[in-house]
């Protein structure tokens, strides 16, 4: 770590023994951002050819660099490094390339931003003063979207469309844009995941992870930057609100490995060779004291997803109950004879999975109505045993080349009859699903914290078990599946404004005027445990939508493995009734550890 002076600055590396180095590396992952940069640049330019200042260009591909260094030619009094990456490739998130300029920068501390990004005032300063004056700080800017043609009049300034863009208040999701800490920030937790392959939440997973090492983040108001493009944005378009999930709840502190911003590092130029002043510069000493405000990670809970340090629970949270939550005092049960939650199964040809479905459900919910789809196996038999069971209803036995799915109506028919046995809340499941322990212990819990005078419902995550009973598929379109499954049923069930396949569980009145809570509870899914077991499904809805009318991305990736397989072990406090699997999947194989990604529970 930096040695602190009486004066609040890192003591000189003279007095150090050490040779001079920048005071600040301003390091910009850049993939094919030439025609933004070179209209940004002479707005930074100011700010960057101060003395003790390095800019580090990571460009992640080939194909700009003559054009690149010919532009930081114009603009000599900057200090420049360029590091290249000579494999080209499609647009991957900026992970590498930050860390491949971290790696390569020389400065005591290190600023990461976008290199579209303009300075509304001297945000370089305030960010640096602000990293400088607090033991382990890591502080964050705020920032803006706005569009180059809104800076062409003299009136509008960078400050001006600044605020015009960014509201006085100091929302959590304006600062973003910017980080700037010490080096060894990044060495505490093996910089940026080098992992991620998707747009979205890297910055919340650093920020999540340094918190997690020991580092404190400080919000500077002060600091303000300006995201320039040709087109209007504002900085959320692509939010995805499961990925942003996994993203906020890493296991660990540490990403990869101690071999992280090693994916490219040939150097294009290096400025970096001469002469660095041991003490800090004017400048940085002049600059006054900056405004900072302590603040949290967007860190979320593993089960009800509320922000940790800026939200309450919305619903009972078992990994939350313990802690204080005055916004929202403890709710007590409510005491009625009527029964409350009732589980619905729509079920053909299941009796391999049924049993086990049933056992599970068993204690948990206050009665079980299902519909038998024209079974021609035991299924119709396996539900009338079952003590749970308040109505079957059923469709004709038939075949499978003769079957056709209704599934609105049969859903339809299914929540007329729960209602008819005094349903007040639905819970769905299908034959080869098991809810985790977890929930099914809370469940009466969640459904007396939930508000009883609309429409609500919860979603859960659908966790695809892969290759064993023991693990979750999680890359791609995996890790971001979730469904409605448990929510208040409303007087008027009709599925008009749903979709013939794949559709909601939520009648329309629901979907139209009710309240959805985003939960991180987990389903399990069984069928995609076995490669056969996926082949089938796959084959299934191809033939009942070959041209992917309801799903575009298509059913190829039901059966695909693919290089980028990640599996997540299930830990043993989100784990299900294992005793419930058919038998032949209780003694299945586990999946390789090559293959298993680091779990965040």
Not at 16 to 43: C, H, I, T
Request: proline fraction near 7%.
């Amino acid at each position: 770590m930096n040695i602190m002076t009486s004066d609040g600055f890192p003591q000189s590396e003279a007095s150090r023994g050490n040779v001079g180095r920048p005071w600040l590396s301003v390091v910009l992952p850049f993939y094919r951002k030439l025609a933004d940069f070179e209209r940004v640049l002479p707005l930074n330019a100011v700010h960057w050819a101060r003395p003790g200042i390095e800019v580090v260009l990571a460009l992640d591909e080939p194909g700009e660099e003559a054009a690149v260094l010919a532009l930081i030619e114009r603009f000599a009094q900057i200090r420049w490094k360029v590091i290249i990456n000579d494999a080209a490739h499609a647009w991957r998130p900026p992970c590498k390339a930050i860390n491949a300029g971290v790696r390569a920068s020389a400065g005591r501390f290190v600023l990461v931003h976008s290199p579209e990004s303009a300075y509304a005032g001297d945000a370089l300063t305030a960010l640096l003063q602000a990293a400088m004056g607090h033991a382990r700080g890591v502080a964050v800017g705020r920032v803006g979207f706005a569009r180059f043609d809104e800076l062409t009049g003299a009136a509008d300034t960078l400050h001006t469309t600044f605020a015009r863009h960014v509201p006085p208040e100091l929302l959590l999701q304006t600062f973003y844009g910017s980080l700037c800490c010490a080096r060894e920030a990044f060495d505490a937790v093996n910089g940026y995941d080098e992992s991620f392959e998707d747009w979205g939440g890297d910055d919340d997973n650093l920020r999540v992870r340094l918190e997690m090492a020991g580092w404190q983040l400080l919000a500077c108001p002060g600091a303000h930057l300006l995201h320039l493009s040709d087109e209007t944005r504002t900085g959320g378009e692509q939010f995805d609100r499961d990925l942003d999930w996994i993203r906020c709840t890493p296991h660990e502190a540490l990403a990869g490995d101690v071999d992280w911003g090693r994916d490219f590092d040939r150097i294009a130029r290096d400025d970096s060779a001469g002469p660095w002043a041991t003490d800090a510069p004017d400048w940085l000493r002049a600059a006054p004291t900056v405004q900072v405000v302590p603040m949290g990670s967007r860190r979320q809970c593993e089960v009800c997803a509320r922000l940790l340090h800026h939200e309450a629970s919305a619903f009972h949270c078992p990994c939350c109950a313990h802690l204080p939550s005055p916004e929202r005092p403890p709710t007590a049960p409510r005491l009625t004879s009527r029964l409350r939650i009732v589980c619905v199964l729509q079920v053909r040809n299941e009796a391999r999975n049924l049993p086990g479905c049933l056992d599970h459900l068993r204690g948990h919910v206050d009665g079980i109505v299902a519909l038998d789809d024209g079974s021609t196996d035991g299924t119709a038999d396996i539900l009338r045993r079952e003590p749970m069971l308040l109505e079957l209803l059923s469709n004709p036995p038939c075949d499978d080349g003769a079957h056709v799915w209704h599934e609105n109506e049969n859903k339809r028919r299914l929540l007329e009859a729960a209602r008819r046995h005094g349903a007040g809340w639905v819970l769905v499941c299908d034959a080869d699903e098991r809810y985790e322990h977890l929930f099914l212990r809370h469940l009466h819990a969640t459904v007396d914290s939930l508000p009883d005078d609309q429409l609500v419902s919860l979603s859960m995550a659908s966790c695809e078990l892969w290759n064993s009973p023991d693990a979750w598929r999680n890359d791609g379109p995996w890790g971001r599946k979730s469904r409605a499954r448990l929510f208040r049923l409303p007087q008027q069930i009709a599925f008009d404004q749903s979709p013939a396949l794949h559709g909601p569980w939520l009648p329309d009145d629901a979907q139209r005027h009710g309240l959805m809570f985003y939960s991180r509870y987990r389903i399990y899914h069984l069928k995609s445990i076995r490669h056969a077991d996926r082949v089938v499904r796959r084959d299934l809805y191809t033939r009942l939508d070959p041209s992917r009318k309801f799903q575009a991305i298509g059913y190829e990736y039901l059966a695909e493995e693919g290089s980028g397989l990640q599996l997540m072990r299930i830990k043993a406090d989100r784990d299900y009734d294992r005793s419930t699997l058919p038998p032949d999947l209780q003694s299945g194989q586990a999946p390789s550890p090559s293959v298993l990604a680091k779990s965040p529970r």
